[in-house]
């Protein structure tokens, strides 16, 4: 594969451009909204919230806390599911095929959202939870790519790249619906105009179109190997991670990495996940139930645009600042920046004013955390033609901690009753990133 060929990086930059619309819409603004609507008890004369309890599977829960789980639940499948696949994908050396399967998958699954039920949720959280394994699935292989497509120098910029197109194409998508949504309102007696859950296929429908331009230019094979014995392919993908631990072992620096990546990240995916729920729960809207209900939804939105927008020069911005003093120091100043996030919110964000702040805190440093956690990590890769499976190991380590993240923020909400006190398991997350990372300080640059 030509490394830094212009059009091969293009087609795989844009496929964030596809696929940002899940985590945007899905599972970060209108999705979080619309399940909370529907799943809230309300008093039929004043609109007053009664209760954010839900059953599910025979037990009661609070509604967020049961989104947490599922999720949870469905990152535990891409963990014991990837580590097969990526081993057979490395193999045959066929990755972009199952970068496809996963695309589909997800698409598909977002437009079965559109028939959510409330009165039958254990079924309604079936398509999330494969959307979910859709979208976090088809990362495996779409990460791998990187280092086969971009030398060392240019993965910051291409990394970066792909999450400000991915930031503003489902920024762009956002915009299309909440005009549907609030200009072209839903009449429930004519059944005219335009549902929030036609948003959920107007996700898939993007996701799946927009993906065809990736996979028309991304080369099918990425190697090539004689397949003379099939025998223990499905269990090859769990070889091969046991492989890339017993090399990562005799990586101290990798490996430190590593175990940063897994606590500060874990942080990062929890707050990106439930930080919509938190602010329909824990932010002091106006006083009138009706009012407040559209208020919060509208400000919600605003909020997450902010992000996104933000998100975009965010991710330039700590690319050139890696640039400047190096991935760790940069990636050290991210982290500091998010423990401040979770102290303020916890002892000062009580108004959506403040909320507003941290919207814009957030945004500038969720997509430069990421597109340098990367590059990073494709930086310190040994020479090999297996990255699926080193990728794969990633995507492990990434899931397991947003599946501790998501539990633990879900068990601390339910037990206290309130999601305020959560914060403070994600502030114990950033700071032992921090304390991991800070010696890889006086360690030779990654660059070099």
Known sequence: MEIDNKKIIRAWTFYDWANSVFPLVITSAIFPNFYDAVTVTKDVVTGQIISHKVFFLGFEFENHTIYSFIYAFALIIVVLLSPILSGIADYLGNKKLFLQFFCYLGSFSCMGLYFFDKNSLELSFIPFITATIGFWGSLVYYN???????????????????????????????????????VFKYDKITHTGFEAKNSFLLVGLWWMIFAQYTFRHLPKKTHHHIISNRDGLLSKGFKELSKVYTQIKLMPNLKRFLMSYFFYNMGVQTIMVVAVLFARNEIEWDKDPIIAEKTKTTALIISILIIQFVGIAGSFLFSWMSRQIGNIKTLIVTILIWIFICVFTYGVVHTPSEFYIVAFLVGLVMGGVQALSRSTYSKYLPETEDHTSFFSFYDVIEKL????????????????????????SLIVFFIAGLLIIIPLIKTKKVED
Not at 151 to 178: H, M, T, W
């Open 144 to 182: 791998s790519y990187l280092p086969q497509i971009a030398s060392p120098e240019n993965q910051d910029k291409v990394s970066a790249r792909g999450f400000a197109l991915g930031y503003f194409g489902s920024s762009l998508l956002l915009i299309i619906c909440l005009i549907g949504i609030m």
């Open 401 to 424: 901690g947003m599946i501790l993240g998501t539990i633990s923020f879900g068990l601390i909400s339910q037990i206290t009753g309130g999601m305020r006190n959560s914060i403070l």
